[in-house]
């Protein structure tokens, strides 16, 4: 990556109010202000006007003193002075004080962990209407931290926030009338609240509308809302979301039966822990090697070589470095039982790629790439990706970008990547999103346009791993402009949180370094 000229950023002297999401899908607000590029003598200088107007008592003053002993700025992190400030200006209802207080206090950062403080805070934002807060207050409740458990209480404050439109309150007060906690069991509010937030695109809700139509819980039973429901929710990559559509997929309920999209669903879902799905993964392992047993055959044949034994594959997406420099391509496996095209109840392995299978194409052309079971052949890879993509297929739109990007079987050209990408990006297809974001970041083919880099990665890091980990240290290094130190712990923490080991590394040292931002509960 070039390096680019760094424009520090600096603490936010407005507010930033973010919560992560509890469990399930995390929420940021954008940095407000930010400052010209910083020097020791400015920092000196603004910190002895903090210094000055906060003992005076000018609560915001007392607030941004605190941001700076936390962030260790003019001065060495001090966790301590900063509480000292946090807690004088929250005791003048400085909400954005109060909510650092809450979160230090409930994460233990740097201190014991507190819930019953955190509780305190956390009260303090969800009695002056703060609906985040009223949603976390929420869920303290149900969970008993920092006070006794009380469905009641916790049915209150989640109406609170539900009514100012929250979609996780929603989803969660939803859940609690499904259940019959804390309110009258009441299957038709439980709908409306679900689908007041799934309405907003908030993927947990969409999951459970869908297992409410697939179930006819409280509505008429209808697979196709149901379908439609789970697949909302599945695009976001919400592990649940995948494993019922998968099991749609699987038995055909109000969906064409096709045991390739059911395995690939679960596996989606598998791969992010979600225990069902690993054993149904499982249980179609089982099946596959049972029908090769059936076959005579130990691996699939030669002759079906367009089904691929259990291979690492190339999913060709540029792999940045911890350097910094743009590397080479990652890989994944695929499928563990193998692909199986046109498939009903494991259907025909003889099943040709000629036969307008879109996915059967791209799998073959996948092949011919690799060489997995047929000489290497780019042309051959070419023309298949190309068949699979007349038909819309975005992953073969995404591997034609890839070979017309490397001149691999066709000569090299950057305007044909450019277009390729795009044509995948919107389908929501997340590597073509973060290609996108790389050749606006480097200028490959299009004018060099940071702003495009950073919404194309931002689009790719909703589901993509190295997105988030690379929008951390794009953030932290401020190599698209300002620094945000804010927006770089975030980040670095959602990859952190899926088990990025570079992002768990340098998580650690922001932490050590006091430089945690607001990442919320």
């Given amino acids: 990556m070039k390096k680019f000229r760094k424009a520090w950023g600096r603490v936010n002297k407005t507010s930033l109010f973010m919560l992560l999401l509890t469990g399930v899908l995390s929420s940021c607000a954008e940095n407000l202000v930010s400052k010209a590029p910083a020097t020791a003598a400015n920092d000196e200088e603004i910190f002895q006007s903090y210094q000055l107007r906060a003992d005076q008592g000018d609560a915001e003053a007392q607030y941004n003193l605190g941001l700076m002993y936390y962030n260790g700025e003019a001065v060495p992190p001090d966790l301590e002075g900063a509480m000292r400030y946090y807690k004088l200006a929250a005791a003048q209802g400085h909400t954005q004080a109060q909510y650092k207080l809450g979160r230090i206090y409930y994460r233990g950062d740097g201190v014991a962990q507190d819930f019953s403080e955190a509780f305190r805070y956390t009260k303090l934002l969800a009695d002056q209407g703060k609906a985040e807060a009223q949603y976390h207050l929420g869920r303290m409740y149900i969970e008993g931290q920092g006070v006794v458990k009380d469905f009641v209480e916790a ?24 259940k019959g906690q804390g309110v009258a069991k009441d299957s038709a509010a439980a709908f409306t609240y679900f689908k007041l937030a799934a309405d907003q695109g908030y993927a947990p809700a969409q999951c459970h509308l869908g297992l409410i139509y697939y179930r006819g819980d409280g509505v008429a039973k209808d697979f196709s809302e149901a379908a439609r429901h789970l697949k909302l929710s599945a695009d976001q990559r919400y592990p649940q979301g995948q494993y019922h559509l998968g099991v749609m997929c699987e038995h055909g309920h109000g969906i064409r039966k096709n045991s390739q999209k059911a395995a690939r669903y679960y596996r989606l879902a598998a791969h992010q822990g979600d225990a069902q799905a690993q054993q149904a993964l499982k249980a179609f392992r089982e099946a596959w090697q049972a029908k090769l047993r059936d076959m005579g055959e130990q691996e699939p044949h030669a002759s079906a070589r367009w089904v691929p034994q259990k291979k690492q594959a190339l999913k060709m997406r540029h792999k940045p470095s911890y350097a910094g420099q743009w590397g080479d391509e990652e890989q994944y496996d695929m499928d563990d039982i193998g692909i199986i095209y046109r498939t009903r109840d494991f259907g025909d392995p003889q099943v040709a790629p000629d036969s307008g299978d879109d996915e059967a194409q791209y799998h073959l052309g996948v092949m011919y790439y690799l060489g997995d079971g047929v000489a290497k052949d780019f042309s051959k ?10 038909q819309g297929n975005p992953m073969a739109y995404h591997n034609l970008g890839v070979m017309y990007e490397r001149g691999e079987g066709v000569a090299k050209d950057l305007g044909e990547p450019l277009k390729y990408y795009k044509l995948a990006a919107d389908q929501g297809y997340l590597d073509a999103y973060y290609n996108l974001g790389v050749m606006y970041l480097e200028g490959k083919g299009v004018a060099q346009n940071f702003a495009e ?37 975030y980040y670095t ?16 040292m922001m932490y050590y370094g006091g430089q945690d931002g607001t990442e919320g509960f």
């Fill in 493 to 508: 923490k959602l990859a952190a949180d899926q088990g990025h080991a570079q992002a768990q590394q340098n998580l650690g």
């Fill in 155 to 178: 049915v209150r404050y989640l109406k609170l926030a539900a009514d100012q439109g929250y979609a996780p309150a929603q989803n969660t007060l939803a859940s609690l009338y499904s």
């Fill in 453 to 489: 880099a950073m919404k194309y990665f931002k689009l790719a890091a909703r589901g993509l791993v190295q997105a988030q980990y690379d929008l951390g240290e794009l953030y932290r290094r401020g190599d698209l402009g300002a620094q945000d130190l804010e927006q770089a712990f």
């Fill in 381 to 390: 890879a070419i023309k298949y990706y190309k068949l699979a993509a007349d």
